[in-house]
Every structure is written in structure tokens, then in C-alpha cells.
């Protein structure tokens, strides 16, 4: 028997294989899936689709947005997530409730205190437990100076996604000092890992005291040095006034909360709405602004800095003595039930869904993270907008991939 | 300090979900016009849909309960007429669970890549280092399209969902009995 050689053309057809499909498809993937996704790919004339990122600096992290355009205009756009997927809650299932804290960290990582808040408030309702009035006063102190530095951060992203490289340096100059102030208190400057179930990881101690009361001194002043570089900047408030309206009804149908919420004029605010913690003995406001749009967004977290500062002040001429830790067993079994807890992040309402069966593990652990539903309302707000715009919409929401991909 | 039974809870089968839904949302005595929490829970012998709402005429949540959805064909409603925003919430509890929505129009894998074929979330589905819980089953691909081995005497249900790719509706099909016999050995 004899194999007859031949030696192929690369014009051949036959030469490639046909691989099946991916993930990597060629995009609009047919037949479309959904209805929504019908609508998506359905083209008509002159319009076109563009890919962005998942690797751009503009994203916040790792999102693919796939944006259909009309020349210069967004017509309509089909968010892809997943890229920064770990599955935190089936992790947290396999842990116990000890290791949930520090699964849960990287999940809101500008504002790590908030997200690792969500299994230790879960767990400490579910056995009913009393966390002493020193530790709670340490975890506000905590939290605010946490929203500080996230707020700070936001502001300088805004204005640098819109072309303005100083307002970044600024806020990274705030957010800098409180995050070498909280490595002081905790030991870690991003995923602090400090809460415990039943208090705190350590009391406060004299570095972290004496780097808060140098900040403290001029931090009002800074703040509104940093107002005063963007709120009368023509270029910022021609490019920030009037983007991206968010009126009330849409706020409330799309699950918004947080700093874009409250720019429509709802004062919803979980740290009012259904107090937790020491916040019904504490004094503060709730800013509200009417406008929705990204102005009235940027303005709001400037209010918002400036009642963080005032709670800070409370906070620390009213902290009792006393301990930080409850007395509980370092290996617990949380008796079996269901909790619903819920606080106020920076971005939005933070809260947790908590199921435990009597074991040490949590039963389901879920994670409600704002920056995913005001990510998704980022898709009703950009079309009709210029692309050059799109980004400056999506930093007005301010949104973190590691609490959306989860 | 902080009120502890805060919380309200109802029960529902998934055939009232729309009409409760409307109801505590357009009724002027509920008022119940922020969805604060939706998600996807696996108790292990059912599935389960979870809402969380919120009044301002009240100062309790109120957690409703959609019970006893069967785990081989999890159907609900989509609440997306009322909040449009839980648009993304459902897919999520679609990926994670398997749970269907109907009326969603967007019902698409939002996290898992759409050529995924299990539901991670699932209590079927363990991971590839449950040390834990499995002890001594070696490394598997986190994918699970075998029975872990303290199962595989019996028959289990195995989801059969093929790739959902080609379809206009998702849908888990018919749940496959399998014999237990491990493909990758």
C-alpha cells in the first residue's frame, strides 16, 4: 500500500480546522441567546460595535464593555463581567466564618472595611451577640476613615478620566495618610483584616492617635483646597454638569444606592434608614442634592467627606474605655438561622444574606455589592452620550470590579 | 445595640411571586419600593429565591421567601417589571444556581463563561481542594461532570444542562440519571 505525499496549498481549506466555539467568539455570536442580546446585534445602518478593554485604564479594573456607536454617539452597550470572577461565596462555604473576613476583603478593596464587615455583622447577629460599646466606637472610626480615603480617591479618578492629571495626585495624598494611619491601627494598608466576630483585632494604639490627631489639624482645609482645584475648573464643570441624569424613579427601579441615589434627591442612607452600630448616637447629615448627574455625584462625596470628618471628631471625644473583644470561643458554631445585615459603604448599600446550618462554616454566605447595581444602570445612562464621555459616567458611579466580578 | 429581630419573614410559592410583589410595591399601606436584596439559595433538598425589601413606613426588612422550587427545573417569575434593576441580580442567581426567570429578558451566564456547563453555587458542586469535605478524592477539575466517590454507588441526578449556546430561551433540560460510572477514569 502506498501514501501518496502531497503537499498542500495554503490556500486550502481543509488545512485549518475549525475550532468549536468559545468564549473567544467572534462577536455578535449567533443565533443571539436572548431577547436583549437580539436587540443587541441587531445592526442598522451606520452603526457599528467597538470593544473596551477588559484591559483599560478606564474600566477600574477588569470589565469588557462591548459599545455599539452611530458615529460619535453610544447607542446602546452589552457590559461582559467575569474577568475578576472568584467565586467568593462558594469560598466562604468551605471556610469557616473566621475565614470569611479575610475572603471578603479583597471584595470592595478601596474600602476594605466595609466588605469584611459583611460576614462578622452576619455571624454576630446569628448568635446574638453584644460587641462591646468601645470596639463598635473603633469599627466607625474605622469605617468613616475608610469612606474618607475612598471618597478622596473617587474625586481624583473622576477628574483624571477626564483628562485632569492633578485632582489624582490630591486625593492619593489624602488617601495615603489615612491608609498609613489605619496600617498602624490594623498592620495592613488595603485588606485590613481587623474586624472580628465580637470586636476588634486590637485597641487603638498611640502611632495610629497621633498620625489621626496631625491629620485631623487640616484635613477640613484640604478638603476644600481639593473643592476649590475642580469646583470652579470651567473645563470640569462643562464636561460633569448635565452627564449621566439619574431621575428618582429610574434610581429606585434600578436598585441604586449610595452616593448616586442620594444625588436624586432620596436621602436613603442605611446608616439612618435602619441604624446599625453606634450611628443613632452620633450626629451627621444626610446630603442630598437634586440634580443627579455627575456634578451633583462629585459634590455629594465632598458633603459626604465633610460629615466623616464630624463623625471622626464625635467619635473620638465620646470613645468609652473598656474592652474591644466580646468574650467568645475562638472556635464557634453559630447557631442556625438566617440573617439579614446591611450597612452603608461608600458606594452604596453593602449588605450580606447569611444562612448557617449549626456548623462553624457558613451555610450560604451572599454578598450584595452596590458598585454591581450601579454598574449595571452605568448601561441605561451612556447611550445618546459621546464615548469620550462614557467614561466619565462610569467613574461618576464610582464603581469597584472586585465587589461586581465577586 | 443594634435591634437584633428586625426582620420579617414570608413564605411564598412561586406561582404568587408577581402578585405579592405588586402588591407590597403599589399597595399604599406597604410601600415597599426599594429591593434591597436579591439572591439565589441551594438548601440542599430545594432551591429558593430570596428578596429583601425595604419601606420607608417600616423600620424592619421584610425578607420574602420563594420556597420549594424543585432543584432539576427551578422556575420563578422575573420581578424585573417592578425593578428593572434586578435584571443583573437574576442572571446572577441563573448563573450561580441554575434558576430560571421567566420574563427576564437577559437571562445569560454574567459571570461564568457562556460555554460553563454546571452552577457553582450548587451544594453538589465541590470544589477541587474541599479538603474538608471529601478527603482523600485526589484533584478534579473544578468543573464537576462526575459524582463525587461516596455517591457513586447510587444513582444521583446529574445536571444535563448542554451548552446554551443555541438557544433562544435557556433552559436546563431534563436532568440525566446517571449510573455512577466516573469518565475520567
Not at chain 1, 37 to 44: D, G, S, V
Request: proline residues 7%; aromatic residues 8%.
Amino acid at each position: 500500500m502506498t501514501t501518496e505525499q502531497t503537499i498542500r496549498s495554503l490556500d486550502d481549506p481543509d488545512l485549518f480546522v475549525e475550532t468549536p466555539g468559545t468564549i473567544y467568539d467572534a462577536i455578535p455570536p449567533l443565533p443571539p441567546r436572548t431577547e436583549r442580546e437580539a436587540e443587541f446585534y441587531a445592526m442598522r445602518d451606520g452603526e457599528m460595535l467597538i470593544n473596551l478593554g477588559p484591559q483599560h485604564p478606564s474600566t477600574h479594573g477588569v470589565l469588557r464593555v462591548v459599545l455599539k456607536i452611530d458615529g460619535e454617539r453610544v447607542v446602546d452597550l452589552d457590559p461582559v463581567l467575569g474577568y475578576l470572577h472568584r467565586g467568593v461565596e462558594k469560598i466562604c462555604e468551605n471556610g469557616d466564618w473566621h475565614h470569611a473576613i479575610s475572603n471578603c476583603d479583597p471584595l470592595e478593596y478601596i474600602a476594605a472595611m466595609f466588605s469584611e464587615a459583611m460576614p462578622v455583622m452576619v455571624a454576630e447577629k446569628l448568635l446574638d451577640l453584644e460587641v462591646p460599646r468601645r470596639a463598635e466606637y473603633i469599627r466607625v472610626l474605622a469605617w468613616e476613615l475608610n469612606r474618607i480615603s475612598s471618597h478622596a480617591l473617587f474625586v481624583g479618578w473622576l477628574a483624571l478620566d477626564l483628562g485632569g492629571l492633578t485632582p489624582v495626585l490630591y486625593g492619593f495624598i489624602e488617601r495615603d495618610e489615612i491608609v498609613e494611619m489605619l496600617a498602624a491601627l490594623t498592620g495592613q494598608r488595603l485588606l485590613f483584616n481587623y474586624l472580628r466576630i465580637g470586636g476588634v483585632n486590637g485597641d487603638l494604639n498611640h502611632d495610629f492617635l497621633s498620625r489621626l490627631g496631625d491629620w485631623m489639624g487640616n484635613a477640613l482645609k484640604r478638603i476644600e483646597d481639593q473643592q476649590k482645584l475642580l469646583n470652579s475648573n470651567e473645563i470640569f464643570v462643562a464636561r460633569t454638569r448635565g452627564l449621566g441624569v439619574v431621575d428618582r424613579d429610574m434610581a429606585r427601579r434600578t436598585l441604586l444606592s449610595g452616593p448616586v441615589l442620594r444625588a436624586t434627591g432620596i436621602p436613603y442612607d442605611v446608616r439612618r434608614a435602619h441604624p446599625y452600630s453606634v450611628y443613632p448616637e452620633l450626629e451627621f447629615t444626610i446630603p442630598t442634592r437634586e440634580e443627579g448627574d455627575s456634578y451633583a455625584r462629585y459634590l455629594l462625596h465632598l458633603d459626604e467627606i465633610k460629615q466623616s470628618i464630624h463623625i471622626i471628631d464625635q467619635v473620638l471625644h465620646r470613645m468609652p474605655d473598656g474592652p474591644v473583644m466580646a468574650k467568645v470561643p475562638r472556635l464557634m458554631r453559630i447557631p442556625p438561622g438566617r440573617a439579614y445585615v446591611s450597612i452603608e459603604s461608600p458606594r452604596g448599600q453593602y449588605s450580606a444574606y447569611g444562612m448557617s446550618d449549626g456548623s462553624d462554616q457558613p451555610f450560604r454566605l451572599r454578598i450584595h455589592d452596590p458598585s454591581f447595581f450601579n454598574l449595571q444602570a452605568v448601561g441605561l445612562l451612556m447611550p445618546g452620550n459621546l464615548v469620550a464621555d462614557t467614561m466619565a459616567i462610569m467613574a461618576s458611579v464610582d464603581p469597584i470590579m472586585g465587589g461586581i466580578d465577586k | 445595640m443594634t435591634a437584633r429581630q428586625d426582620t420579617t419573614e414570608i413564605r411564598i410559592s412561586p406561582t404568587n411571586v408577581a402578585a405579592v410583589m405588586t402588591l407590597l410595591h403599589d399597595d399604599p399601606g406597604f410601600r415597599f419600593l426599594i429591593l434591597s436584596d436579591l439572591c439565589g439559595v441551594d438548601t440542599g433538598s430545594a432551591m429558593q429565591v430570596v428578596y429583601h425589601l425595604w419601606s420607608d413606613s417600616t423600620p424592619d426588612w421584610l425578607r420574602v421567601i420563594v420556597d420549594g422550587l424543585p432543584r432539576d427545573d427551578p422556575r420563578a417569575p422575573s420581578v424585573t417589571f417592578l425593578w428593572n434593576g434586578a435584571e443583573w441580580a437574576e442572571r446572577e442567581a441563573y448563573d450561580m444556581f441554575g434558576i430560571i426567570f421567566e420574563g427576564n429578558r437577559d437571562l445569560r451566564r454574567i459571570y461564568m463563561p457562556p460555554d460553563y456547563q454546571s452552577f457553582p453555587l450548587r451544594k453538589d458542586f465541590l470544589l477541587a481542594d474541599d479538603a474538608a469535605r471529601s478527603p482523600g478524592q485526589g484533584v478534579r477539575h473544578m468543573e464537576q461532570t462526575f459524582q463525587p466517590a461516596e455517591y457513586r454507588r447510587t444513582p444521583v441526578l446529574r445536571q444535563g444542562l448542554g451548552s446554551d449556546a443555541g438557544q433562544m430561551a435557556p433552559g436546563i433540560q431534563t436532568a440525566i440519571l446517571s449510573s455512577g460510572e466516573d469518565p475520567a477514569r
